[in-house]
């Protein structure tokens, strides 16, 4: 069995890094390379940059190369992607997985045609979702101020079939809260998908992170607060748990993930 991975989230607006609340409120951090730098030497899994403010602006390419060249971890990277041109262009310069959200809800072609291009492997289809009024969960992209009728586990089994290698879901209401996952929905996406699923939104201590993983099924989980925060005050401190913790927790329960 492969160890379950545990993979920071680095948001970044207009070049400085945040942490969002429900995607809505947010908190500034500081410098999106001196959080980087951090996490090298805490000697994460895996690292996801996502832009909220590359939609409109653009992709920050000298960030990107800039984080591609200090990181020592596998990097992904989502925000403002329109094109097999920009997928291939991050790749060349360092990162090994591209991350897809708005882009789906016009097409999945773009999906395809990277996955075609860089390889499946390297395609990560990111579905965030939140609660109506009736409490059923639905679609919403760009920073979920657009909001759909789309069921997320419909969305995240056709980006599946058009080339996703893995999924990143995020239920908005759990975003930043700390509370624990939408534990629900990850077990019926996993028990549906074929590829690894990625939970994200809640993560307030490693049962929640042991729970998602070992009862739920998720493959890896996606974590913002929990890594940028420390203490009930919230004062902001990089870090990472050590691989002792993570035993001692349940995140890692088998010495063969060793």
Same mark, same amino acid.
């Given at each position: ?9 680095? #948001? ?97 072609? #773009? ?41 997320? #586990? ?12 893995? #999924? ?91």
């Amino acid at each position: 069995m492969n160890r379950p991975r545990l993979i920071p989230i680095m #948001l970044i607006d207009k070049g400085d890094l945040i942490k969002t609340i429900m995607f809505d409120k947010y908190v500034y951090l500081g410098d999106p390379i001196n959080a980087l730098k951090i996490f090298n030497e805490k000697e994460v899994d895996e690292l996801c940059i996502i832009d909220r403010s590359a939609s409109e602006n653009g992709i920050n390419f000298k960030l990107l190369k800039e984080m591609a060249d200090e990181a020592f971890m596998p990097l992904s990277y989502g925000g403002g992607i329109k094109s097999v041109n920009d997928a291939k262009k991050i790749i060349n310069i360092g990162f090994e997985k591209i991350v897809i959200n708005e882009a789906t809800y016009n097409s999945f072609q #773009l999906v395809k045609d990277i996955s075609d291009e860089v390889g499946r492997q390297s395609v990560v289809v990111s579905i965030d979702y939140k609660l109506n009024l009736f409490h059923k969960r639905q679609c919403c992209y760009h920073n979920c101020k657009k909001r759909t009728t789309i069921d997320p #586990l419909d969305h995240a089994l056709k980006a599946i079939n058009y080339g996703a290698g893995e #999924l990143i879901v995020t239920s908005v209401d759990h975003e930043g809260k700390m509370q624990g996952f939408d534990y629900d929905f990850i077990e019926k996406l996993c028990k549906k998908a074929d590829v690894p699923i990625i939970a994200h939104g809640g993560a307030g201590d490693l049962q929640h992170i042991s729970k998602v993983i070992h009862q739920h099924g998720a493959s890896a989980v996606a974590v913002g607060s929990l890594f940028v925060f420390y203490g009930k005050k919230k004062g902001v401190l990089i870090n990472y748990p050590d691989f002792q913790n993570l035993i001692d927790k349940g995140v890692y329960t088998n010495e063969k993930m060793y």
